[in-house]
């Protein structure tokens, strides 16, 4: 059984935020996903965000329905849901909210240097310690972002090649990180389509500069991932000296030579 004190705790995470703005907070010790649970409920009539947050999930998923691994109090795993200015580009959004993401990360954890892999991917060490979606609701005209952080995770040896934890045993307060998200997008999402989120994501991003095979369909795009589009879309130069733009919706893996991961 998980120590107490290191348990995810509403009341707790109300008394760290540091910003105002009401947040309707339900905790659950297990559900499917947090995203597929935020979809099922209501919208909160008196206030403009839901957080979604369990223990462990038993079907957590991120981009294509990617299985996310979610043991018990070993992660965040955590669903916003809330409106956003429309039209709403997932691409923009999904980098504006790893900017987010990775300014808490590292708030939190100062001695560990996080980064992003384009699209959605937050790396730690060249492995994978957490991952971003965001989806739609168009009938309900909002969006949910679902974040999902590998804190002291322990992983299977088919996956330590590819993923790791920001800290070792039960050490830290989740419920710190947690407060400190919500907080972040309370202060960012009203400016998501800030082109200074946009140049911060570059500065982050590890996949630029770099040799990438990137699967769109049954094909792939080869060549040097050198910027992206103000949508966040991905500008790859192929060997012919062409720009292939690939918007984040469309790859369905992106492949770099450098470092253990390869996403």
Not at 27 to 42: F, G
Not at 166 to 180: C, M, S
Request: aromatic content about 6%.
């Amino acid at each position: 059984m998980q120590p107490k004190g290191n348990q995810l705790a509403v009341d707790r995470i109300r008394t760290l935020r540091q910003t105002t703005c009401p947040i309707a907070i339900q905790l659950r010790s297990t559900v499917d996903s947090t995203n597929a649970w935020a979809k099922r409920v209501p919208a909160a009539s008196d206030s403009p965000m839901q957080a979604f947050l369990a223990e462990q999930q038993t079907a957590g998923y991120g981009k294509r329905q990617r299985a996310f691994f979610s043991p018990a109090f070993q992660g965040v795993y955590l669903t916003v849901r809330t409106a956003v200015t429309a039209p709403v580009n997932p691409g923009r959004l999904t980098t504006a909210v790893g900017v987010m993401v990775v300014r808490c990360l590292a708030a939190t954890y100062p001695k560990q240097t996080f980064q992003l892999k384009w699209v959605n991917d937050i790396l730690l060490h060249q492995r994978k310690c957490g991952g971003i979606l965001v989806e739609n609701l168009l009938d309900r005209q909002e969006v949910l972002i679902g974040i999902g952080v590998n804190v002291t995770t322990r992983f299977s040896t088919e996956l330590t090649n590819k993923a790791t934890s920001i800290v070792q045993g039960n050490r830290g307060d989740r419920n710190v990180l947690v407060a400190g998200l919500l907080d972040e997008l309370v202060m960012g999402l009203p400016h998501y389509q800030d082109a200074q989120f946009l140049a911060a994501y570059q500065q982050l991003c590890t996949t630029l500069g770099q040799a990438v095979r990137v699967q769109v369909g049954p094909d792939w795009v080869q060549g040097v991932a050198v910027t992206l589009t103000d949508q966040g879309a991905l500008v790859i130069q192929l060997a012919s000296g062409e720009r292939r733009i690939v918007a984040s919706s469309e790859a369905i893996k992106v492949m770099t030579p450098v470092g253990d991961y390869r996403g």
